[in-house]
């Protein structure tokens, strides 16, 4: 059974940086995949913010290209998101995101093509 635990979220004030972390357990261990982060406010629906596959490819939405990096620790199990420059509207419940095998690339940041997803992260940052 896949099991996804995220961490790292927090408090922070606008301009400063969070690392999260998503530990996947029985999952990583097969050959191919897509992991991604999503993100979702009160009200708001659940939206992709960052994805990676096995083969390196990554993809970002557009607000936070440029601020937040993606990437894993493949020895480690271990997914992380590295948040530089957090701004208020970045506030939301983080969720780690996981399936098996290549996923095509217009699909990386679409909730509806993950089977597996962790319990979630709150990441608050204040103006």
């Known amino acids: 059974q896949v099991q996804l635990v995220e961490s790292g979220g927090g408090s922070v004030q606008a301009g400063g940086s969070l690392r999260l972390s998503c530990a996947a357990s029985r999952f990583q261990s097969s050959s191919t995949y897509s992991m991604a982060w999503f993100r979702q406010a009160p009200g708001k629906e659940r939206e992709g913010v960052a994805a990676?596959?096995?083969?390196?490819?990554?993809r970002y939405t557009d607000s936070v290209k440029d601020r937040f990096t993606i990437s894993q620790d493949n020895a480690k199990d271990t997914l992380y998101l590295q948040m530089d420059n957090l701004r208020p509207e970045d506030t939301a419940m983080y969720y780690c995101?996981?399936?098996?095998?290549?996923?095509?690339?217009?699909?990386?940041?679409?909730?509806?093509?993950?089977?597996?997803w962790g319990q979630g992260t709150q990441v608050t940052v204040s103006s």
């Open positions: 995101a996981a399936d098996r095998g290549y996923m095509p690339f217009g699909w990386l940041l679409l909730h509806e093509r993950y089977n597996y």
């Open positions: 990676i596959r096995t083969d390196g490819t990554t």
